[in-house]
């Protein structure tokens, strides 16, 4: 392998494996960039998706005002192409985390990027979630809490396995853009050092990898979807 | 007097739409006795599920009193409102059973865990919790498919689990919204043997809300008939089905539709007939009132011939209602005392006058 590469592709082995722009840093620094902004982006998409799907018309709190609140910020959020978002955001990305550049200042513009995405999401797979067992919920007695997680939650859960997938391959786009800010990544390897110095290998070498990471993604993501699933199809 | 365990006083539930206000149910007030089946019929859009829906305030009513098993849970009378809210009104739902059209099981939970869910907040321990669903779906008739999922399971089978956890908490009171709407003929009849079997073992009042007439006659005791937010006709099962006197309620029983084809009968046997020698009548008697062999006395004792054009006979709750449609010929004064002779045997007798239809 290695002497293939030295062959046919030296410049993808000259990057190295450690070091600023070795390959491993760049995997590892798309992973944890993946990771954490998952994480926060979907705990706040959960959050929004929730709300909005709650105090919608007929929802179980229905609030004219909070949907508002939720929906417009959501909105407002998805509608700033996410490398416009990833300047735009920089002083609150300074007060997060203290700088402005680098791997974990990346994680303040990617959750904020994710996060709209999946509340829309959340919103579509929790409406799905029929009326008729809320209200068979509520007439054996539910409580607020048995609602959200025993009904909305765990009646939807394969579809939000589905949709979960489909924000991580779409976040793993995202941080592709990250290296703007000075992120690293594959992203960036691809850009930076592949494009920018017509090194085509490198290009291709980072985009597979990339490919790589959406493939596992997406068949994990297909398969728990189906295992949860128990609804009639 | 039996016990009164649902009343519904002066309820009304009105729906703002963009420009004009939707009565849903309009002024309607239902009284449930302990231990009735009480059957609400009418055609759909008639604000039946929204009026029973306020039993269990699923609907909050616009204004009115719901008083289930002695206690106020709405009230509004002007500006001044009661409800009951939180802990008090989910404590209170526990005590009225639900089931609907759709079953609206929770997919992803297995049979022994949607009974279960019912239980979550009782004073129950876990173990007992599954005890109590082994026990329900044994008395549904599913204790074999606890660890199932309800996509695996008939539609019956979906509705025999609604039923279980319908009752997980001990209700006095089952509500059944269409329950039996979406089953085929055969499930639609298990489930309702099994609601008036429960109502027998175990004093369920059954509150069933229905489009499907023959529900209300295998099981109900009083009904009611519901159309554009009212209730038009009320009365025992029986007296609805034989007195009927709303338009409504004799399309809903069917004798709108046997009278119309009867008369096409008589209209084709009396065709070349002297009309002046005959009496159409439309004779309705209920299983046990009739002990006497009518038709052979009344020509043996007043002379009269009797045909029949046309007969049907409906079990309402186990008891035979017959319909004939007959002309009786013979003398004038004959055929007179002829029906008085039917009335006084317990038979309810409507002249048909051929030319024009129904007359009383």
Redesign the interface.
Known sequence: MINFLNKFMPTVVQLGWTGDLGWGTSIVQTLYMTFWSALFGCILGLLFGIGIVLTDTGGIKENRFWFNVFDKIVSFFRAIPFIILLAFIAPVTQIIVKTQIGTTAALVPLSLGVFPFYARQVQVALTGV?K??I?????????FT?LIF??YL??A??ELVRVTTVTLISLIGLTAMAGAIGAGGLGNTAIAYGYQRSDTAVTLVATFLVLIFVLVVQLVGDYLAKV?????? | MAEKVIELKNISVFFKQAEKTVKAVNDVSIEVEKGDIFGVVGYSGAGKSTLVRTINLLQKPTAGEVVVNGKTLFSKNGNKETLIEGKELRQARREIGMIFQHFNLLEEKTVSQNVEFALKHSSLKEKQIASRAQELLKLVGLETKGSSYPAQLSGGQQQRVAIARALANNPEILISDEATSALDPKNTVQILDLLKNLNKKLGLTVVLITHEMDAVKRIAKKVAVMSSGKIIERGNLIDIFVNAKQPLTQELVGIQSQIQKAEQLLAQSTENSDLSTQTALHLTYTGNSVKDPVMTKLYADYGVQTSIIFGNVDVLRDEPVGTLFVIVSGKEENRQKAIEYLKSSGIKVSKIDLSKGVAQ
């Open positions: 029929d008729g067992k209200e068979a919920a509520q007439s054996v007695g539910a409580t048995d025993d009904v765990t009646e859960r394969s949860l699933d128990h609804r009639a199809s």
